[in-house]
C-alpha cells in the first residue's frame, strides 16, 4: 500500500516560518490533506486538496504539492501553532486512506 | 450543525469484543464516506476502516478480519464492531466523515477511549 513520509519533529522560533514535508511516490498526483491535533483534542482541518484552507483557518497556513513531496508552510509561527501535524491521502488502488506518522511541531 | 458522539469504548481483556458507535446529526451517513481513525498512546493517526455511501467496506491491514464497519440508516448512526481484540488496538478512536472518498474528513467526533488489558 502506499507509503507516505513525515519528518517527526520541527522545531521553529516564534515568528519564523515552519515547512513540514510529506514524502511519497508521485504524490503530485494524489489530493493531500492536513490536519492539526493538540493534546486530548480531535484532529482540526487545516489544509485541504494540497492547497485549500478552511475559512477558520488563518492565512498564515499554506500546502504546496510537487512531483515526491507535499509541503504545509506556516508563516510567523506562533505558540499556539503547537500541535502534531499529519498528511492524509487516499490509496486509490488499496482503497484505503493513508495517514504520514506525524510532525510534532515545537514553538522554541 | 453537525455533530458526531462516539460512545462503547472501555476496557476490554484481549481476544475480547466491543461495539463502538458513533451517533450522527445534522448530516446523513449513508449519504456519506463515514471512516473509524484511531492514535494509540504516543503513536499517530491511523486510519481504520470505512463505509462508502454504497455500502462497500474497506479496512486496513492491521484490523482486516476483526473489526467490522457498519451503519444504521434509520439511527444515522456508525458502528465498529472489535473483535479479538489486542493491546495494539488500544486507542481513542474517532469517527469521521467525508462528503467523497478522495476529500479529507471534514467532520470528526470527540472519540472514544480502548484500551485492552488484561
Known amino acids: 500500500s502506499y507509503v507516505v513520509t513525515q519528518p517527526p519533529s520541527v522545531s521553529v522560533a516564534p515568528g519564523a516560518t515552519a515547512k513540514i514535508t510529506c514524502g511519497g511516490d508521485?504524490?503530485?498526483?494524489?489530493?493531500v490533506h492536513w490536519y492539526s491535533q493538540k493534546p486530548g483534542q480531535a484532529p482540526v482541518l487545516v489544509i485541504y486538496?494540497?492547497?485549500d484552507r478552511p475559512s477558520e483557518i488563518p492565512d498564515r497556513f499554506s500546502g504546496s504539492n510537487s512531483g515526491d513531496t507535499a509541503t504545509l508552510t506556516i508563516n510567523n509561527v506562533e505558540a499556539g501553532d503547537e500541535a502534531d501535524y499529519y498528511c492524509?491521502?487516499?490509496?486509490?488502488?488499496?482503497?484505503?486512506?493513508?495517514f504520514g506518522a506525524g510532525t510534532q511541531v515545537t514553538v522554541l | 450543525e453537525v455533530q458526531l458522539v462516539e460512545s462503547g469504548g472501555g476496557l476490554v481483556q484481549p481476544g475480547g469484543s466491543l461495539r463502538l458507535s458513533c451517533a450522527v446529526s445534522?448530516?446523513?451517513?449513508?449519504?456519506?464516506?463515514m471512516s473509524w481513525v484511531r492514535r494509540a498512546p504516543g503513536k499517530g493517526l491511523e486510519w481504520v476502516s470505512v463505509?462508502?455511501?454504497?455500502?462497500?467496506?474497506y479496512y486496513a491491514d492491521s484490523v482486516k478480519g476483526r473489526f467490522t464497519i457498519s451503519r444504521h440508516n434509520s439511527k444515522n448512526t456508525l458502528y465498529l464492531q472489535m473483535n479479538s481484540v489486542r493491546p495494539e488496538d488500544s486507542a481513542m478512536y474517532y469517527c469521521?466523515?467525508?462528503?467523497?472518498?478522495?476529500?479529507?474528513?471534514?467532520?470528526w467526533g470527540q472519540g472514544t477511549l480502548v484500551t485492552v488489558s488484561s
Open positions: 508521485n504524490i503530485a498526483t494524489k489530493s
Open positions: 469521521a466523515s467525508s462528503v467523497v472518498v478522495t476529500a479529507n474528513f471534514d467532520y
Open positions: 445534522g448530516l446523513t451517513v449513508s449519504s456519506y464516506y
Open positions: 463505509i462508502y455511501s454504497d455500502g462497500r467496506t
Open positions: 486538496y494540497d492547497t
Open positions: 492524509q491521502v487516499w490509496d486509490a488502488s488499496s482503497d484505503q486512506y493513508v
